[in-house]
């Protein structure tokens, strides 16, 4: 009998879901999340890892290119899509790629996850080089798709991370590093997008939170490198001038809505009493991080 992939198996804990009430339902599903952050601190060794690759290539200029398939591939689109707005990263820097194209964010494509002649378009499509880090994400780990893209980017000597849920995927024998949450049978049986999805979503955070931490988008856990798009965002940039130049609200929304709303400018401007031209002169000479344009007398 061929071996079930671990994330397909049954799980004993759930088998009387369907004759279950409302809460015991909820209680069940609550237990086995409660599994997944445990999982992934038995791996923040190989994530600590992942996050020294990326953010070492993004200081050679090279991008962070996510892959998959289905709920993965959505997940890779969802956290690249939040970083131009949390760290003002252009749109290229982090990006996201389903197998399918953007239609199969919100339909299932027939085939994509098992298309190598789709994974060898998107690669061709991005123009992948050896500054790059690729990270192939998919439950299973054996999906023809993410398989590919892992091995095309070894070719280009492109960084390879594969982030799984499956300890046998096929898939880890062709990345650089392989990160694999096991977070076992899922409540219903197959469902990868309740446990696997959720492991997924949080490593994939801790990814491009770690790296852009350690290139200087952030001072202290503040957000000094926020877009501000809207008045929420707007207001907690003001928020954060205010905090950290330790300045009134007022001279921080003023100083704001002369420089463009640009933070770490406008933190700089208020510590040294210098104008725009000279804070951002400034932050260029520590590479854009505050704390080091800070500590400069």
């Known amino acids: 009998m061929k071996d079930i992939i671990i994330t397909e198996k049954t799980n004993p804990d759930t088998v009387n879901i369907d004759v279950s009430s409302s809460l015991e339902i909820v209680k ?64 290229d820097m982090v990006t996201g790629t389903i197998a399918g194209g953007d239609k199969a964010l919100r339909y299932a494509i027939e085939g994509a996850e098992d298309s190598i002649e789709l994974a060898q378009d998107d690669f061709k499509r991005l123009n992948i080089n050896q500054n790059d880090t690729v990270v ?29 849920c499956n300890p046998n995927a096929k898939m880890k024998d062709y990345a650089d590093l392989s990160i694999c949450i096991e977070t076992g049978a899922e409540a219903i049986t197959g469902s990868t997008r309740m446990k696997a ?41 003001i928020r954060i ?27 700089v401007q208020i510590k040294f009493n210098i104008d725009f031209e000279s804070a951002s002169n400034l932050l260029k000479q520590t590479n854009g991080i505050l704390r080091k344009a800070l500590n400069k007398n």
């Open 28 to 91: 069940m599903i609550n237990n086995e999340d409660l599994k997944v952050a445990q999982e992934i601190s038995k791996n923040l060794d190989t994530i600590a890892k992942a996050i020294d690759i990326i953010s070492e290539n993004f200081v050679k200029g090279g991008r962070l290119l996510y892959f998959g398939a289905g709920t993965s591939g959505r997940l890779g689109v969802l956290d690249a899509s939040e970083c131009p707005p949390t760290f003002n990263t252009p749109s």
């Open 136 to 164: 192939s994400i998919s439950a299973s780990g054996n999906a023809n798709y993410v398989m590919e893209i892992l091995k095309l980017a070894k070719e280009k000597h492109a960084k390879a991370i594969a982030l799984t």
């Open 197 to 237: 999805g959720t492991a997924q979503k949080m490593v994939l955070n801790m990814l491009t939170t770690g790296a852009m931490v350690k290139t200087g988008k952030t001072y202290k856990n503040y957000m000094v490198d926020v877009k501000p798009t809207n008045i929420k965002l707007k207001d907690r940039a």
């Open 241 to 267: 001038v205010s905090q950290i130049a330790q300045t009134d609200y007022e001279t921080a929304k003023m100083t704001l809505e002369n420089n463009n709303f640009k933070v770490k400018e406008a933190i």
